[in-house]
């Protein structure tokens, strides 16, 4: 699988910053985000048990907006 940069968080520090990127997989459009590591207590008691093999992480609604934009411009082709 490979993955290609959308964007990321134009608030965002050099190298430091929320990242969206798509992959190539063909069986389903998936996407990987880089973001910050939900640590918070209250916050994971809300959402409730997460699985060993994944984690939560939080991103800015401005990378949200490049997958919506990637998104409309793929539904335009067809």
Known sequence: MRARFLGKDPESQEGNSPTLFATDRTDRKTYLAQGWKVVD??????VGEVPDHE?????PEEVLKMYALRYLEQEGEH
Request: proline fraction near 9%; avoid cysteine; charge should be negative.
């Open 41 to 46: 207590p209250e916050a994971l008691a809300d």
């Open 55 to 59: 984690t939560l992480i939080e991103i």
